[in-house]
């Protein structure tokens, strides 16, 4: 008999995916003590939750003062948010790893094929140095999955990642990169390749090591440096188990687990899914121990194809905080 966490994994329509988003809410306005008292405080319970735009969704900063879980359980992992000294870090736990695993893994797959064609190589210092990463994590995996042996991470060790990339340029071996922003940029001042076959995820975060600059203007610095056509990104965070990409120009497209919903910057609890330009709701039905209905701090704009990541929120730090004190 097929459990909810398989059915999860091979939703058939978008009806499918109502059904079980619906009974997903169900399920975590019983279990989940932080997400039914937030649903109370809003006016929102089981018997006024009859489709998808009145599910409601938890501000992701509750991740940072609340432990958001769904049971009672003891967690096999946890992962933190990442964040420069001193900063709140959001703070996710994992009831099964197996599930982040199958989530992770699947959500590549539908984008980009089977990680065993890939090597994969890493420049994530910042993501090394700190603790409980899921993207570390994420990357851990993915290269599990490659088993390639050149698959590696690289900190400030630049010379040997482009001797390393030079060496799989010549083998015509399908390669990708992940990259944290300014990591990225401090390579490409030092080296520069011509490796169209190259996949360049750009993580986004500056982490106060360079000057913010618009992403047209760091794609265009990036395709440069690696001579790719485009730069890909994956939006993901630690307060999730799944991963929408972007295969260029920063619009992002999800697994069918998972949707990027907008709503309106004046209404936070608009959630018609109507607006051209909004704030970010994302749902991901793979985060069934926690919260699968995470209201972001993030703006996007609509186009035909996917999502378009313009950003934080300003004052994105005070947003649904006063909203309810367990």
């Avoid at 169209?196 to 993580?203: A, G, K, M, Y």
């Avoid at 959630?271 to 991901?284: E, L, P």
């Amino acid at each position: 008999m097929e459990t909810l966490t398989d059915h999860i994994f091979h939703l058939s329509s978008e009806a499918d995916f109502e059904a079980t988003a619906l009974l997903v809410f169900e399920l975590q306005y019983e279990n989940n003590t932080v997400y039914r008292t937030y649903c109370q405080h809003i006016g929102k319970s089981k018997g006024n939750v009859r489709n998808l735009s009145e599910i409601p969704f938890l501000p992701i900063s509750f991740f940072k003062t609340h432990d958001v879980k769904t049971g009672d359980f003891e967690p096999e992992l946890i992962f933190r948010s990442s964040g420069t000294t001193g900063m709140e870090r959001s703070r996710h736990l994992i009831k099964d790893a197996a599930l982040y695993r199958k989530s992770l893994i699947e959500s590549f797959r539908h984008f980009y094929g089977n990680p065993s064609d890939y090597v994969f190589l890493a420049l994530l210092p910042n993501y090394i140095e700190q603790k409980n990463s899921s993207l570390i994590y994420m990357m851990e995996e993915l290269m599990r999955e490659s088993g390639a042996k050149e698959n590696g991470y690289y900190l400030y060790n630049h010379k040997d990642m482009y001797q390393k990339l030079i060496q799989l340029r010549d083998n015509q071996q399908k390669t990708i990169l992940w990259g944290v922003t300014f990591a990225l940029l401090d390579f490409a001042e030092q080296y520069t390749i011509n490796f169209p076959q190259l996949i360049v995820f750009e993580t986004g975060g500056m982490k106060g090591r360079r000057k913010e600059m618009v992403k047209e203007e760091l794609y265009d610095i990036l395709r440069k440096a690696f001579g790719v056509a485009d730069i890909h990104s994956e939006y993901g965070m630690c307060e999730l188990l799944s991963q929408a990409y972007s295969k260029g120009g920063n619009i992002f497209s999800t697994p069918p687990w998972m949707q990027l919903r907008l709503r309106s910057e004046k209404d936070p609890f608009d959630g018609s899914n109507q607006m051209a330009t909004g704030v970010i709701n994302i749902i991901d039905l793979a985060n069934l121990h926690s919260c699968a209905f995470i209201a972001t701090e993030d703006l996007g704009r609509r186009h035909p194809n996917g999502i378009e990541i313009l950003g934080r929120m300003d004052h994105s730090q005070t947003r649904g905080c006063s909203l309810m004190v367990l």
